[in-house]
């Protein structure tokens, strides 16, 4: 039962483009939902968070936007650059703190410079 | 700030014995949680502590994994006897609870072979 869905397995863009990252959740109880961005041998790095209250956060290049009636959100990274290689992860929460995260598999970026 | 710090890095051990990993939360986070991470089902959450109580154990797979938090600055989670499907990446992560939204900060993770 996965309760988050990234269904890109992979992304590969051009440095100084815009990155799409996307994720699908079932579970209308949700109301927070995180990015985190993980590289090899790292633990994930926490990078941005939106509330079901809203339906976009920014905080420098990266903008997550989220739908609720289509139980989507993504990620858009713009300019993408190279650093921006990981794996990045969406999460969601139904507790109010935005505990307790069920997260997606995990979709693989690479930007080519 | 260290961060989370867990140890070890990695760990290989054979069929059968006991295996402890260890981890160091964030001074003054009230939350621990332990995930673990493998190719088949991605980032999973096995236990979370508050204020050092297990709250939510629902993700142990088996009694063979037991986690405990005897204070707020450490915390371990055991499996006895280790088996080779326990080979995965073991993540501890920590937060304060009432930074709503704000993301856990995550260790570096074990990875541990059972052979």
């Known amino acids: 039962d996965q309760q988050v869905k990234q269904n890109s397995p992979s992304l590969s863009v051009q440095e100084g483009r815009i990155s799409i990252l996307n994720c699908d959740y079932t579970n209308s109880m949700f109301d927070y939902f995180l990015w985190y961005k993980k590289y090899p041998a790292e633990g994930p790095t926490f990078l941005i968070s939106i509330s079901s209250i809203k339906d976009k956060n920014e905080d420098g290049r990266f903008t997550v936007f989220l739908n609720k009636s289509a139980k989507h959100l993504s990620l858009h990274i713009v300019p993408s650059q190279p650093g921006d290689s990981a794996v990045y992860f969406c999460a969601a929460s139904a507790d109010k703190y935005g505990n307790k995260l069920v997260f997606g598999a995990g979709t693989i970026l690479r930007v080519k410079s | 700030d260290a961060g989370v710090i867990q140890s070890p890095r990695h760990e290989v051990t054979e069929m059968g014995q006991e295996v402890t990993l260890r981890c160091k939360p964030i001074?003054?986070?009230?939350?621990l949680f332990w995930y673990r991470q493998t190719m088949m089902r991605g980032l999973e959450l096995l236990i979370y502590f508050n204020n050092n109580v297990p709250i939510d154990d629902s993700g142990m797979p088996e009694d063979r994994f037991s986690a405990k938090m005897p204070n707020a600055s450490f915390s371990t989670l055991k499996i006895q006897p280790s088996e080779p499907r326990d080979s995965a990446v073991y993540f501890c992560a920590s937060i304060l609870g009432d930074r709503v939204g704000s993301g856990y900060t995550f260790g570096s993770g074990t990875r541990l072979t059972v052979v």
């Open positions: 001074s003054g986070h009230d939350y």
